[in-house]
């Protein structure tokens, strides 16, 4: 029975993680500087005020607040587990984990905004959100197989639920700090909005110079 459950969940997360790379490759490049003003102008002739998913430069902000709040949990959630010892709770824990795992992943590949014209500055913040980024997806893997382990290979013991914690906790600081210099570049170096120093989300690569693609 053991078996069974980790087989579903390992399945689980691969079928979402193939939804998720399916959707992404469906999407049509889009040039930003020629479509975003004719979107805008669409918007502002229609009645709703609410504006279609098409209409934004970048899908990335829409995405990268889930894994935030997630790891954020996970991180709380097992420190909790390590004074209550519940079976039951390592399900959740595993479930949070997992799906901000999948939606790092995605914040960070998928829909991650491809750059260009970058100031010197805010090259130097880009470097540090993504850095943290991929911390973030590494830990949180880790963080997830390790919960599988302490589910299906493990009963429960302390020492080994603290030592996920601190993957936790060191995954929960990462996506924190990605979120911060995530801040930075848009309210303070300008890039996103309305498509400011975004390229063309279909391009392979970046001039070294000048851009930058994740």
């Not at 479509?35 to 998913?53: G, K, N």
């Not at 130097?124 to 290979?153: C, I, M, P, R």
């Amino acid at each position: 029975m053991k078996t069974k459950h980790f087989f579903s969940i390992t399945m689980l997360l691969v079928f979402l993680g193939g939804v998720t790379s399916s959707l992404a490759s469906t999407v049509k490049p889009v040039d930003y500087k020629t479509e975003f003003s004719a979107t805008s102008e669409l918007a502002l002739q229609s009645d709703s005020v609410q504006a279609d998913l098409d209409t934004f430069p970048n899908l990335h902000p829409m995405v990268v607040h889930f894994p935030i709040v997630l790891l954020l949990l996970a991180a709380i959630l097992q420190l909790n587990q390590l004074f209550i010892m519940n079976r039951t709770m390592d399900w959740v824990i595993l479930l949070t984990i997992g799906t901000g795992f999948i939606g790092a992943y995605v914040a960070g590949t998928l829909v991650h905004p491809h750059t260009e014209g970058l100031t010197e500055m805010a090259k130097n913040v880009l470097e540090q959100h993504d850095k943290y980024a991929e911390w973030t997806v590494w830990s949180s893997a880790l963080a997830a197989v390790l919960k599988v382990v302490s589910l299906f290979g493990l009963k429960l013991k302390r020492g080994f639920e603290l030592a996920v914690f601190v993957i936790m906790a060191f995954s929960a600081y990462s996506v924190s700090q990605a979120g911060h210099f995530g801040a930075q570049l848009v309210y303070l170096e300008g890039v996103g909005p309305q498509g400011k120093y975004l390229g063309t989300e279909g391009e392979e690569g970046h001039d070294e110079s000048d851009g930058h693609s994740h």
